[in-house]
């Protein structure tokens, strides 16, 4: 079964004050942060430190996460090979995946794939979707990325060898703080879609629990996309 992801606009109004929340809880957090460092380096006997380390981290990251999917809608249009883009993430995720035993390969085909996109979102939204197929691999395993092109579209599908989503899951997908892991934020996903919808594109979610999970992008190439911005 496939799962079409669709973004609720009703963060638009309710986000925008959160948005301004999150943004100055983040300065006494990181004034917190900052400080048990020092502890943490003046009273190593204290081992509890290492738990609020943590769990400032995960704040943080929580934190970071909503800031981004509430930034206006501007976009820095710019035109840019998703082949480069790609090659980028996965140097930039290589050392993570080794250490969790995860191969990362890509299928490119040799000509550019041109997109107009605002290269940093994609990239997120690529570390994102990647990092998903890691965690859903606690063995080990391949993630592919396969790029191509179709119909003046660019399609990029992420498989991986994971524990798979079951069915009644799938529609779930995206919705903030959805999480199955332990230390998950359940935000990527809705961060990813809202960038991908932001750029004209789909994404869709199939999985067989067990086997694996295939997620695909698909992304509007330049001249489909000229003069809808
Ligand atoms: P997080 O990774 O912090 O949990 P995400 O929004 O990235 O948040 O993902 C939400 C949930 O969707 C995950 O906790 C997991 O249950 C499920 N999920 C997403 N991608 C995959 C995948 N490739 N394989 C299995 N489950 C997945
Ligand atoms: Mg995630």
Redesign the pocket.
């Known amino acids: 079964t496939e799962q079409l992801l669709v973004n609720s606009d009703k963060l638009a109004t309710v986000g925008q004050l959160a948005a301004g929340v999150a943004h100055e809880i983040r300065n006494p957090l990181s004034v917190i942060s900052g400080y048990i460092q020092l502890l943490k380096e003046d009273h190593k006997e204290l081992q509890h430190v290492d738990i609020i380390d943590k769990e400032l981290t995960r704040m943080n990251l929580i934190i970071s996460e909503f800031l981004d999917i509430s930034k206006p809608n501007s976009m820095q249009l710019e035109t840019k090979d998703l082949n480069l883009i790609v090659q980028q993430v996965v140097t930039l995720l290589n050392a993570e995946a080794h250490f969790k035993n995860v191969a990362i390969e890509i299928k490119q085909p040799n000509n550019a794939i041109d997109i107009e996109c605002e290269e940093n979102q994609i990239k997120q939204v690529l570390i994102?979707l990647v990092?998903?197929?890691i965690?859903?691999m606690p063995n080990g395993g391949v993630v592919t990325i396969e790029l191509l092109e179709e119909e003046n579209e660019a399609k990029i599908r992420i498989f991986?060898e994971?524990?798979?989503?079951p069915e009644e899951?799938l529609a779930t997908?995206?919705k903030p703080f959805?999480?199955?892991?332990e230390s998950?934020?359940?935000?990527?996903?809705?961060v990813s879609l809202k960038i991908i919808e932001n750029h004209r594109g789909k994404m869709l979610f199939s999985?067989v629990v067990g086997k694996g999970?295939i997620?695909e992008v698909i992304l509007p190439q330049k001249n489909v996309s000229e003069g809808k911005a």
């Open positions: 994102n990092k998903n197929g965690e859903a991986d994971g524990t798979g989503i899951q997908l995206g959805y999480t199955t892991k998950g934020t359940g935000l990527g996903l809705m999985s999970t997620v």
